[in-house]
């Protein structure tokens, strides 16, 4: 069969040094093609090329056995190539629906039709949205379905989708991969991006690794197991711990560092009480929505409980009610948010700048001044420590992979020596081999004596790291487990 669209010998070169090269890669018409591969594989390179983001330093790129060179993503967009990155590239000042036909306006337009053509169309995709919402109010997910949407209203014969699971809940996973199976039925070929391997098991006909910018391995999925696409992701035997395996032993609570008893923040926070204890990692699970966030996020300071019976936090035997992250920080209570590029880091500043803002948020009025070789030394401690990979230590922060760029929202936290870390969603869009990595730092740190929270809507991991585990449903805590606990019986308090 003749590919719709191939690489020969794609290469792409940044200050001397190869993002991808010499791959060659093909797709067939009406295929799930599944694009694996560490961060920093190239994955994202090579769509990028495809969707006219990137340019190729070397190589070709044809588009049915003819080829072309597309140099905007209008133009690749033309071709009937179109990219879901990632990250959303939705405009949030606009309105779903003007999202939805930005750049495909009519001459003129009446806009109470614009919104009912797209509610008639996002209800056909069983897409839960409003369309007169503007983008800025949705969450995570919402601003997902409509990427994906507007690829889908806009007839590409090729549909990119990086890492387009990663913010759903598993009812709106099973809607997206019923509308995969629908786009292959109708003939589109689609590229399939996913840290999450059993997806990539599950939905793809090929599956293709990368490793350091090459390509390792094409083949059948019915050839691939997990082992197998791990062992090529990584070049090695990756440790059975990394989801699911035995607990050697089950850290003992320690003293109990907070307490938090009937919080409420509106219609998000509902009446809910819990503690967390030194030594000892709490997770906490719920799906999306499901208000496990949004309760710590009033723990750290990011947001405020209700005034009036808004419920009590105490800290070490002392209550607290705090206005800003700072009262939180100077305390010893560290965040780490689930949306890393919109809260994390800033991604213009450098690896030890964004490090640095750290130690600087936790002395406050302290330091008025920026020491540059307290600076450099600190960034270049924890990038050692965290094995932070990047061409150069001066890299800008934009520039990483994104399991690197989650080390550096954890550096930025733990250069503060935090007694309470809140980990929220710490592996989300990150490879496995730094999955590995990140959660031998949270035991470590667990280890040490300080008391951990993984928040987590991804089950295996809350229960290859958790020795307690509490669940979120509704705004509330509602039950609490051992780790000893079924993944039937945690799903289903989690739903019921």
Not at 269 to 287: E, K, Y
Not at 385 to 393: G, Q
Not at 470 to 479: D, H, N, T
Request: charged share 25%.
């Amino acid at each position: 069969m003749t590919p719709i669209l191939e690489l020969r010998g794609a290469t792409k070169i940044y200050g001397g040094a190869p993002a991808i090269d010499g791959v060659d890669f093909a797709l067939l018409p009406g295929e799930v093609h599944a694009l694996l591969g560490e961060n920093g594989a190239g994955k994202s390179t090579l769509t990028k090329v495809m969707a006219g983001v990137v340019n190729l330093t070397s190589g070709q790129l044809l588009i049915d056995g003819r080829e072309v060179n597309p140099r905007t993503p209008t133009e690749s967009l033309a071709m009937g190539i179109a990219m879901v990155f990632q990250e959303t590239s939705l405009v949030p000042t606009m309105t779903v629906a003007q999202n939805l036909y930005l750049g495909h306006e009519k001459l003129f337009n009446r806009l109470r039709g614009v919104y009912i053509a797209a509610q008639q169309f996002l209800q056909s995709l069983n897409f839960d949205v409003d369309p007169t919402l503007l983008v800025n109010n949705l969450g995570a997910a919402k601003k997902q379905m409509v990427e994906i949407a507007r690829a889908v209203l806009h007839k590409a014969r090729i549909i990119v989708f990086d890492e387009p699971t990663a913010t759903l809940t598993p009812e709106e996973k099973e809607h997206f991969f019923k509308l995969v199976r629908d786009l292959k039925g109708r003939g589109v070929s689609i590229i399939f991006i996913s840290h999450a391997l059993e997806e990539a098991l599950n939905i793809a006909d090929r599956i293709t690794v990368l490793r350091d910018g090459k390509k390792v391995v094409t083949d059948v999925t019915a050839n691939f197991d997990r082992d197998r696409i791990v062992q090529s992701m990584v070049g090695r035997q990756l440790s059975a711990e990394l989801y699911g395996a035995a607990r050697l032993s089950v850290r003992a609570a320690g003293r109990r560092v907070l307490t938090v008893e009937n919080l409420r923040m509106g219609s998000m926070v509902r009446n809910t009480s819990f503690s967390i204890f030194a030594g000892q990692i709490t997770g906490v699970f719920g799906l999306v929505g499901s208000g496990r966030t949004e309760t710590f996020k009033v723990v750290a300071g990011l947001s405020k409980r209700d005034y009036f019976h808004g419920g009590r936090i105490v800290l070490n035997g002392r209550p607290v009610r705090y206005r800003v992250p700072a009262q939180a920080i100077a305390d010893g209570i560290a965040y780490m948010t689930e949306d890393r590029k919109a809260d994390g880091f800033f991604e213009t500043m450098s690896i030890s700048q964004n490090i640095y803002v750290g130690l600087l948020a936790k002395l406050g009025w302290r330091r008025n001044l920026v020491r540059r070789n307290e600076r450099d030394a600190a960034g270049g401690e924890w990038i050692d420590a965290l094995n932070i990979k990047a061409v150069t230590k001066d890299a800008r922060v934009i520039e990483l992979s994104g399991g690197n760029q989650q080390k550096v929202v954890v550096a930025k936290s733990l250069i503060q020596d935090p007694s309470i870390l809140i980990f929220d969603e710490p592996t989300r869009g990150v490879d496995v081999g730094a999955i590995a990595e990140i959660h031998q730092l949270i035991r470590r740190i667990a280890d040490e004596g300080k008391a951990v929270v993984v928040i987590s809507s991804y089950m295996p991991e809350v229960m290859t790291l958790a020795d307690r585990i509490l669940v979120s449903r509704q705004g509330k805590i509602v039950e609490e487990f051992d780790n000893t606990v079924s993944e039937e019986r945690l799903m289903y308090a989690a739903i019921h």
